[in-house]
């Protein structure tokens, strides 16, 4: 299958759930989708074996927009499908995608710990990169995290 016909076969399976769906390039594929439509979307690309989970990347979308983004990729041969999920940056949750994708949680578990989001019904909860007496509250990728030596 070529890589226009592979995002047309996304296409068609993300359009009922997602918010958008754009085109930023030839290979590639965006879906904007709602914490609530997140799980559907990865269950329909996961159940017609659209590709894998390259990975999961979290952004501060800064002070002007005032939200956070957590973007799922995913490749199969030459196209990427990218389903990004924008939250607000008080309070933000998404909800777990390892219960169809189990090595998820690690990607997961970083976009907690370094970005405060709440993933919802994550099975593992404990820290990954930082250390046990990082204090509670502080996201070191966050724009607004105050960290030691920012000042000097």
């Known amino acids: 299958m070529q890589t226009a016909e592979r995002l047309q076969q996304a296409r068609e399976l993300l359009e009922p759930r997602a918010l958008e769906l754009v085109e930023p390039s030839t290979d590639r594929l965006d879906?904007?989708?709602s914490p609530d439509s997140l799980t559907a979307g990865v269950q329909a690309l996961h159940d017609h074996r659209w590709g894998y989970l390259s990975t999961i990347?979290?952004?501060?979308l800064g002070p002007d927009d005032g939200r956070l983004e957590v973007l799922y990729h995913f490749c199969?041969?030459?196209a990427i499908v990218t389903l990004r999920v924008k939250?607000?940056?008080e309070d933000p949750k998404v909800p777990t995608i390892s219960k169809i994708i189990p090595s998820a949680v690690i990607f997961e578990q970083e976009i907690e710990e370094m970005l405060g989001i709440d993933v919802l019904d994550i099975?593992?909860?404990e820290r990954l990169f930082l250390p046990?007496?990082?204090p509670d509250g502080v996201y070191p990728l966050r724009k607004d995290a105050q960290?030691?030596?920012?000042n000097e």
């Open 147 to 150: 960290l030691e030596g920012d």
């Open 87 to 89: 939250l607000p940056h």
């Open 76 to 78: 199969s041969g030459g």
């Open 57 to 60: 990347t979290g952004l501060d």
């Open 123 to 125: 099975p593992i909860k």
């Open 132 to 134: 046990d007496d990082w």
């Open 31 to 33: 879906a904007e989708m």
